[in-house]
């Protein structure tokens, strides 16, 4: 990414395993970063880490349940009152529920929806009225997941939010294609975000690429989606699961 275009980044679910190395990435490329998370002691001390281990670096953390609409609309407000316009937005705060259908509440499915889907729309919406207003155009990434065109048995909730992004991102793309906003989504295969060691020669050997994805393969895909010089793509799902849905699996 070129020297001229180090724009501040929004990363949601910043405590977690992508998307704290997501924050520590972006800030050591030298880009201003804001850190949001319900996990307010572990966003807090990533936070203080990544601003050690690059020298001070612009990072803030301002903690925020997603799952709470007010709070999306307090997130933006204080972020406002900082003077920290995000001239990037990566949407990666989600989890799942894995529960048998027949046993899966209502209540449960909108925890998850509510996380994964809507904090998803209300933060790119928030974003894109500030970039719109800025006239400088920006960047949105949401982090979608392999599960929305495949499944494990029981992850409904998971599987239709996950699915909900990838159609929310090409109708924002069109959306705001006007005031020079592009929206982007990732769909990650199997990212391992603990004990990579601990894993085993079969679980590397079922992908085509030979290995288990890790963190900092999300980190590129986030870097070419946000690099301002690929302003010909946008509406896009980019697929980085290391061939895992590409497949063919037959059982004797």
């Not at 006007?178 to 060691?197: A, K, L």
């Not at 020669?201 to 963190?215: E, K, L, M, S």
Request: with cysteine.
């Amino acid at each position: 990414m070129n020297e001229a275009a180090k724009g501040r980044v929004l990363i949601t679910g910043a405590a977690g395993g992508i998307g704290s190395r997501l924050a520590e990435a972006y800030a050591k490329a030298g880009h201003p970063v804001v850190m949001t998370d319900v996990n307010t002691s572990r966003g807090e001390e990533i936070a203080s880490r990544i601003r050690g281990v690059t020298g001070e670096a612009d990072v803030v953390f301002i903690p925020a349940d997603l799952a709470v609409p007010k709070q999306i609309e307090e997130l933006f407000q204080s972020m406002d009152e900082q003077s920290l316009h995000a001239d990037i937005v990566i949407n990666n705060a989600g989890f799942g529920i894995t529960k048998s259908p027949y046993e899966l509440t209502w209540e449960e499915w909108d925890s998850v929806l509510s996380v994964n889907l809507r904090a998803a729309f209300l933060c790119a919406r928030e974003a894109a009225m500030r970039m719109r207003r800025a006239g400088k155009g920006g960047s949105i990434v949401n982090i979608a997941s392999t599960r929305a065109f495949m499944s494990e048995p029981h992850t409904e909730a998971y599987a239709a939010s996950k699915g909900g992004i990838v159609a929310l991102t090409h109708a924002l793309a069109a959306s705001l294609g006007p005031d020079g906003i592009r929206v982007n989504c990732i769909s990650p295969g199997w990212i391992e975000t603990g004990d990579y060691g601990a894993l085993r020669g079969i679980d590397h050997a079922q992908h085509p690429a030979g290995r288990v994805g890790r963190p900092d393969d999300i980190v590129r895909a986030c870097f070419y989606l946000t690099d301002p010089a690929n302003d010909f793509v946008t509406g896009i799902n980019l697929t980085v699961d290391g061939g895992m849905t590409r497949k063919m699996i037959y059982e004797p």
